[in-house]
């Protein structure tokens, strides 16, 4: 009892100290979609799509979403309107992974790693699969006190910070150390846990404790019912979103509720073996959207659609009879996310040319479609000869030429930056990539702000192979409003 007023009194605290701010964002449903239910592996192996429990945005128009209880990720292809309304969204593709598990929360890493950490929800554990074959590239260590996990009650979320690349999990309702499961009378604390990527292997950092709302009805028959932590995000250079899911005899039967996180003051836990009659401070939360969507599970943040408004999509667990393949399209309004939204890294390797050691591609300027400064640079080409750099929807690294071709159409197509120009006496080259022009700036290549787009120099080089032609390395680069 004692256990219960003290948390109780979090939770008026909690609410009290996170009361609307000017410039608070806010979260408004933008509809939904259905999707199929079939996919196919990178073997060529086709398999039923079915308790998507997570999903991560890729760049561009490409999302990826985890399945519960297997060993398959399915690829979509995602369109949002101005607004975040879904203007088209279907599944593309499948990923057959090296371990079958109850996974449940997924977050991509980026375009230059091209791989997903994924939580375990069964073994508590966060892992790192390769999206090129399905290997298993990592496992982060996991701290012991999330060996006392409720059943079916583990890690049930995940979040990659981009930049830092520290990730953020969470169990699904309190361990049996910490207090006791949630009830419609009653919340249950769970602990964020931070890995920190700064290690050479990311390491176990912080713990906080966060309260999740009680259910939001009474117990169906058999005392079944639950109120949980499902999902996180991590806005760049921002704070936390989390996703919590009710499911009692009420209308709707589910419940779903946004909150922003605030961890400012929150005790670090990390050290206590129990919460359960410990003293702490929890994390403080801001409800920014509450509603009906079935069995909603996963939430991702995607590109930023307009001055003030950035996508969010959540994911439907069919595992249930009222629930569906379905994804839910979320606006998040104010304050545009900063931090990550516009990067350019180098990918894949050059080859050996007439002038050295092989091209190099770079960029000048921002990667803003507004700014439109961006400006594709080489260096160590082969002077005097023709280059042309071009772009596409994917990567890639095949024999071509003399070198390797590091760009694909990824379903998006290749284009060119023409005409050819050409290359100086210092073997430098550069192309400043309009905005406004086709194809860059209209047509199937359009760069928008959120997409992701793989760049290479091709060139001239006769002196130096039998191709007569060579290649850069490539250039990754996701773009911002």
Same mark, same amino acid.
């Given at each position: 009892?004692?256990?219960?007023?003290?948390?109780?009194?979090?939770?008026?605290?909690?609410?009290?100290?996170?009361?609307?701010?000017?410039?608070?964002?806010?979260?408004?449903?933008?509809?939904?979609?259905?999707?199929?239910?079939?996919?196919?592996?990178?073997?060529?192996?086709?398999?039923?799509?079915?308790?998507?429990?997570?999903?991560?945005?890729?760049?561009?128009?490409?999302?990826?979403?985890?399945?519960?209880?297997?060993?398959?990720?399915?690829?979509?292809?995602?369109?949002?309107?101005?607004?975040?309304?879904?203007?088209?969204?279907?599944?593309?593709?499948?990923?057959?992974?090296?371990?079958?598990?109850?996974?449940?929360?997924?977050?991509?890493?980026?375009?230059?790693?091209?791989?997903?950490?994924?939580?375990?929800?069964?073994?508590?554990?966060?892992?790192?699969?390769?999206?090129?074959?399905?290997?298993?590239?990592?496992?982060?260590?996991?701290?012991?006190?999330?060996?006392?996990?409720?059943?079916?009650?583990?890690?049930?979320?995940?979040?990659?910070?981009?930049?830092?690349?520290?990730?953020?999990?969470?169990?699904?309702?309190?361990?049996?150390?910490?207090?006791?499961?949630?009830?419609?009378?009653?919340?249950?604390?769970?602990?964020?846990?931070?890995?920190?990527?700064?290690?050479?292997?990311?390491?176990?950092?912080?713990?906080?404790?966060?309260?999740?709302?009680?259910?939001?009805?009474?117990?169906?028959?058999?005392?079944?019912?639950?109120?949980?932590?499902?999902?996180?995000?991590?806005?760049?250079?921002?704070?936390?979103?989390?996703?919590?899911?009710?499911?009692?005899?009420?209308?709707?039967?589910?419940?779903?509720?946004?909150?922003?996180?605030?961890?400012?003051?929150?005790?670090?836990?990390?050290?206590?073996?129990?919460?359960?009659?410990?003293?702490?401070?929890?994390?403080?939360?801001?409800?920014?959207?509450?509603?009906?969507?079935?069995?909603?599970?996963?939430?991702?943040?995607?590109?930023?659609?307009?001055?003030?408004?950035?996508?969010?999509?959540?994911?439907?667990?069919?595992?249930?009879?009222?629930?569906?393949?379905?994804?839910?399209?979320?606006?998040?309004?104010?304050?545009?996310?900063?931090?990550?939204?516009?990067?350019?890294?180098?990918?894949?390797?050059?080859?050996?040319?007439?002038?050295?050691?092989?091209?190099?591609?770079?960029?000048?300027?921002?990667?803003?479609? *507004?700014?439109?400064? !961006?400006? %594709?640079?080489?260096? $160590?080409?082969? #002077? /005097?000869?023709? @280059?042309?750099?071009?772009?596409? +929807?994917?990567?890639?690294?095949?024999?071509?030429?003399?070198?390797?071709?590091?760009?694909?159409?990824?379903?998006?197509?290749?284009?060119?930056?023409?005409?050819?120009?050409?290359?100086?006496?210092?073997?430098?080259?550069?192309?400043?990539?309009?905005?406004?022009?086709?194809?860059?700036?209209?047509?199937?290549?359009?760069?928008?702000?959120? *997409?992701?787009?793989? !760049?290479? %120099?091709?060139?001239? $080089?006769?002196? #130096? /192979?039998?191709? @007569?032609?060579?290649?850069?390395? +490539?250039?990754?680069?996701?773009?911002?409003?």
């Amino acid at each position: 009892m004692e256990l219960m007023r003290r948390l109780l009194f979090l939770v008026l605290c909690a609410f009290l100290g996170a009361l609307p701010a000017a410039g608070q964002w806010s979260v408004e449903h933008r509809g939904f979609v259905l999707l199929g239910d079939r996919a196919v592996d990178q073997h060529g192996t086709p398999f039923s799509v079915g308790g998507l429990s997570g999903i991560t945005h890729a760049g561009g128009t490409t999302w990826v979403c985890v399945m519960d209880n297997s060993d398959k990720l399915v690829i979509l292809d995602v369109v949002q309107a101005a607004d975040g309304s879904l203007v088209s969204a279907g599944i593309v593709a499948g990923l057959t992974l090296e371990e079958s598990r109850d996974f449940e929360g997924v977050a991509f890493t980026d375009a230059v790693g091209e791989s997903v950490l994924v939580s375990d929800e069964d073994v508590p554990s966060v892992r790192e699969f390769s999206l090129i074959d399905g290997v298993l590239l990592g496992v982060y260590s996991t701290p012991g006190v999330f060996d006392h996990i409720r059943s079916n009650r583990g890690f049930e979320s995940l979040a990659r910070r981009c930049g830092s690349g520290d990730s953020w999990t969470a169990n699904e309702e309190a361990l049996t150390v910490d207090g006791p499961a949630s009830t419609p009378t009653n919340p249950t604390v769970v602990r964020l846990l931070r890995h920190d990527a700064a290690a050479p292997d990311p390491l176990p950092a912080q713990q906080y404790a966060y309260l999740v709302e009680p259910m939001h009805g009474a117990f169906l028959p058999g005392q079944t019912g639950q109120s949980g932590l499902c999902d996180l995000v991590a806005v760049p250079d921002g704070p936390l979103l989390a996703l919590e899911r009710s499911l009692a005899l009420a209308s709707p039967l589910f419940l779903s509720r946004i909150f922003q996180v605030d961890l400012a003051g929150a005790t670090d836990v990390s050290s206590l073996p129990a919460l359960d009659g410990a003293a702490f401070t929890p994390a403080t939360k801001t409800l920014l959207w509450s509603g009906p969507a079935t069995n909603l599970e996963g939430l991702a943040l995607g590109s930023r659609l307009s001055a003030n408004l950035t996508g969010l999509l959540g994911i439907v667990d069919s595992g249930d009879p009222l629930s569906q393949n379905r994804l839910e399209a979320f606006a998040l309004i104010g304050p545009p996310p900063v931090g990550c939204s516009c990067t350019a890294t180098g990918f894949c390797e050059t080859s050996p040319n007439s002038a050295g050691a092989g091209a190099r591609i770079g960029a000048t300027g921002e990667p803003s479609v *507004s700014q439109n400064t !961006f400006t %594709l640079t080489a260096t $160590d080409a082969a #002077a /005097g000869e023709y @280059g042309l750099f071009y772009y596409g +929807g994917g990567q890639a690294q095949v024999p071509f030429g003399d070198g390797w071709r590091c760009v694909s159409s990824g379903g998006a197509g290749t284009y060119r930056l023409g005409p050819p120009q050409t290359i100086d006496a210092a073997g430098e080259l550069e192309r400043w990539v309009d905005f406004t022009q086709p194809p860059a700036g209209s047509g199937p290549g359009t760069v928008e702000p959120g *997409s992701t787009w793989f !760049f290479q %120099l091709w060139y001239r $080089d006769p002196s #130096a /192979g039998a191709a @007569g032609f060579n290649l850069s390395d +490539g250039l990754s680069a996701t773009f911002c409003l």
